[in-house]
């Protein structure tokens, strides 16, 4: 199985990559194969509501920006797996501008091509209680299951993580991360 990830996170090494890397390690445990996308590294413009996409008049956006290499990446995996912190009572900004430009994978009628019935995976830390931003995976999955037409292959939500390290300090956070990427 071939699982792509985006980490909306500015950081690199906080608490969402490290719950990735214990994903992706045990994803490849069970012989799948995994990119990682820091959104922090990749130029992706805002969505400019041209529709041109929808359209079809070109192939993903009118952006010549990284959406199009990933967009590919993602047609290409079994499994995408969306990752951030909670920024404001949501996801990232990085992440949340990425996601905009998934209006490419909708047609005129909004009806769904290309990511339809690809599995996802969800996972969202906080500094607050894991259970407190609930709601921010509940958007994740709406959007990714009824809307985007995927089906839900699991989700993590990870809180009290106030600090970069902190996830480190919970071993039980890495073996459930672990855990999910060897039932994908």
């Known amino acids: 199985m071939n699982i792509v990830v985006f980490n909306g996170s500015p950081r690199k090494n906080g608490g969402c990559a490290a719950l990735i890397q ?3 390690a045990g ?12 959104l ?16 079809r008049k070109v192939e993903f956006c009118v952006h010549d920006d990284d959406f199009t290499p990933m967009a590919r990446d993602l047609l290409a995996a079994d499994t995408v ?5 909670v920024y404001m009572g949501q996801i990232t900004g990085l992440l949340k501008t990425f996601f905009d430009r998934w209006i490419t994978f909708a047609e005129p009628d909004f009806s769904i091509r290309h990511v339809k019935g690809k599995r996802f995976v969800t996972i969202v830390t906080s500094g607050a209680p894991a259970d407190r931003f609930k709601e921010v995976t509940d958007y994740l999955k709406y959007w990714l299951g009824e ?12 809180g009290d ?3 970069p390290g902190d996830v480190q300090k919970r071993p039980d956070l890495l073996r459930e991360a672990e855990a999910l990427g060897q039932a994908l």
Do not use: N, W
């Open 40 to 55: 922090i590294d990749q130029r992706v413009e805002p969505c400019l509501a041209c529709y041109a996409c929808m359209g």
């Open 27 to 38: 994803a490849q445990k069970k012989g799948h194969t995994a990119k990682v996308f820091h």
């Open 81 to 85: 797996v969306f990752a951030s912190p």
């Open 22 to 24: 214990a994903l992706v």
């Open 161 to 163: 993580l106030h600090d």
């Open 147 to 158: 809307f985007f037409k995927m089906r839900h292959a699991g989700s993590l939500m990870a």
